[in-house]
């Protein structure tokens, strides 16, 4: 499975961003689809999750402003990212957990700056 994640930018403070992953590959259902970033410096951290079952989690730090969706049938997730801040600033991964192991996409950057 390859995860291919866009959609990062630059925007301002306060701004929009929508992030989108698709994935590639036989896989015929997803267990859960995750978003993560990670800092210049920093460990890479858990930012949103939408299960199979159509569950969705969120960190305290995104929650209220980031919005997870896609079809985890389909292998796609999208990350709706509202009232953006200086420090959601970072690298944003997509991932992929199936009966066939964990699957990381390649990052996309997203650069929150006045």
């Known amino acids: 499975v390859q995860l291919q994640a866009s959609g990062g930018g630059l925007v301002q403070p306060g701004g929009s961003l929508r992030l989108s992953c698709a994935s590639s590959?036989?896989?015929?259902?997803?267990?859960?689809m995750k978003w993560f970033r990670q800092e210049p410096g920093k460990q890479r951290e858990w930012v949103a999750v939408m299960s199979s079952g159509g569950s969705k989690n969120y960190a305290d730090s995104v929650k209220g402003r980031f919005i997870i969706s896609g079809d985890n049938f389909k292998g796609t997730v999208y990350l709706q990212m509202n009232s953006l801040k200086l420090e959601d600033t970072a690298v944003y991964y997509c991932n992929a957990v199936t009966p066939y192991g964990i699957f990381w996409g390649q990052g996309t950057l997203v650069t929150v700056s006045s």
């Open positions: 590959g036989r896989i015929f259902s997803f267990n859960a």
